[in-house]
């Protein structure tokens, strides 16, 4: 799990390098990034169920899944590294299990208790506080407001994905599809919906360079594919609850190895802004269980 952590917050460095080198290329960036991972996806998906075929009923939800998930996440994770700083927005996404206990308010019977509110006000202050003050002064204040905005809209879609994951498993009683199954052709789906904008951006044209097919590759193979291979695997070893804990920590790696490879910044506000989102998540998460609304 540590290494999930670790190569989660990796990815933070690795999308802004991506995304300010190849500025008329981010569709074909983020169709090449899932052609990488669907491969290892399936082949584990394969490995552990066999041929999982979906049913009619689930692609109405699946179509919704990789919409939110694939398609508007990476547009919002694309266009935000192209103008905010990775270690801004490593902190940014932390405020993603805030968006989804809100989102569940409304889409589902989620009451939020004191504690709830508290740790979304805790939350939200950590955010605003990265937007205002990040010590990533040497980005134009109005590019970084920009590209945490594109964050911000990335992990709203991510929390609607979230949300309608929980609404799928409490409707479909009878043999839903598995976690991997439905993040598997989830992927596909997604990678899919890039095409039209691939062809737009005719990335054929351009000569391709070995180092920009690595870092596309880690974020495919290592960040999608393998870091949610791991992480199943460590749920099932550890739990759930001692699982989520280490993605608290992404944050942290994505800081620090921002400072250290791209040259970022590393100041107190980051500190700050860290310690009031975890906190903030950790109340909001011993929220009670969702269950579906009743019409």
Same mark, same amino acid.
């Given at each position: 799990?540590?290494? +999930?952590? !670790?190569?989660?917050?990796?990815?933070?460095?690795?999308?802004?390098?991506?995304?300010?080198?190849? /500025?008329?290329?981010?569709?074909?960036?983020?169709? !090449?990034?899932?052609?990488?991972?669907?491969?290892?996806?399936?082949?584990?998906?394969?490995? *552990?169920?066999?041929?999982?075929?979906?049913? *009619?009923?689930?692609?109405?939800?699946?179509?919704?899944?990789?919409?939110?998930? &694939?398609? $508007?996440?990476?547009?919002?994770?694309?266009?935000?590294?192209? *103008?905010?700083?990775?270690?801004?927005?490593?902190?940014?996404?932390?405020?993603?299990? +805030?968006?989804?206990?809100?989102?569940? +308010?409304?889409?589902?019977?989620?009451?939020?208790t004191r504690n709830g509110m508290l740790g979304i006000f805790l939350s939200f202050t950590g955010v605003l506080l990265i937007f205002l003050a990040s010590p990533n002064v040497d980005i134009n204040f109005s590019d970084r407001l920009i590209g945490n905005a594109y964050i911000m809209f990335g992990a709203f879609a991510y929390a609607i994905y979230v949300v309608a994951m929980r609404?799928?498993?409490?409707?479909?009683? @009878?043999?839903?599809?598995?976690?991997?199954?439905?993040?598997?052709?989830? =992927?596909?789906?997604?990678? $899919?919906?890039?095409?039209?904008?691939?062809?737009?951006? =005719?990335?054929?044209?351009?000569?391709?360079?070995?180092?920009?097919?690595?870092?596309?590759?880690?974020?495919?193979? /290592?960040?999608?594919?393998?870091?949610?291979?791991?992480?199943?695997?460590?749920? @099932?070893?550890?739990?759930?609850? *001692?699982?989520?804990?280490?993605?608290?920590?992404?944050?942290?790696?994505?800081?620090?190895?921002?400072? /250290?490879?791209?040259?970022?910044?590393?100041? $107190? &506000?980051?500190?700050?802004?860290?310690?009031?989102?975890?906190?903030?998540?950790?109340?909001?998460?011993?929220?009670?269980?969702?269950?579906?609304?009743?019409?």
């Amino acid at each position: 799990m540590f290494f +999930v952590a !670790f190569f989660w917050g990796l990815a933070w460095p690795v999308g802004r390098i991506l995304a300010t080198d190849l /500025l008329s290329y981010p569709y074909s960036v983020m169709f !090449f990034r899932y052609l990488f991972a669907i491969p290892v996806l399936f082949g584990w998906l394969w490995f *552990k169920e066999g041929n999982v075929v979906p049913l *009619k009923r689930d692609y109405s939800y699946l179509l919704l899944l990789a919409f939110t998930s &694939v398609f $508007l996440y990476q547009f919002g994770y694309m266009f935000g590294m192209q *103008k905010t700083a990775a270690s801004d927005a490593s902190l940014i996404i932390g405020f993603n299990p +805030v968006s989804v206990s809100l989102l569940s +308010v409304f889409i589902l019977s989620h009451s939020l208790t004191r504690n709830g509110m508290l740790g979304i006000f805790l939350s939200f202050t950590g955010v605003l506080l990265i937007f205002l003050a990040s010590p990533n002064v040497d980005i134009n204040f109005s590019d970084r407001l920009i590209g945490n905005a594109y964050i911000m809209f990335g992990a709203f879609a991510y929390a609607i994905y979230v949300v309608a994951m929980r609404r799928y498993v409490l409707v479909v009683r @009878e043999d839903p599809l598995s976690s991997l199954a439905t993040i598997s052709w989830t =992927s596909l789906i997604g990678c $899919l919906m890039f095409v039209p904008f691939v062809i737009n951006e =005719s990335p054929w044209n351009r000569v391709w360079e070995n180092e920009e097919w690595a870092l596309i590759a880690y974020l495919g193979v /290592l960040s999608t594919a393998l870091c949610y291979v791991f992480f199943a695997m460590g749920v @099932e070893t550890i739990g759930a609850n *001692k699982a989520a804990s280490f993605i608290n920590v992404v944050p942290i790696f994505g800081i620090l190895s921002s400072w /250290l490879w791209i040259g970022e910044e590393l100041g $107190l &506000v980051q500190i700050v802004s860290f310690i009031l989102i975890y906190y903030g998540v950790k109340l909001v998460n011993q929220q009670p269980s969702e269950s579906l609304r009743s019409t």
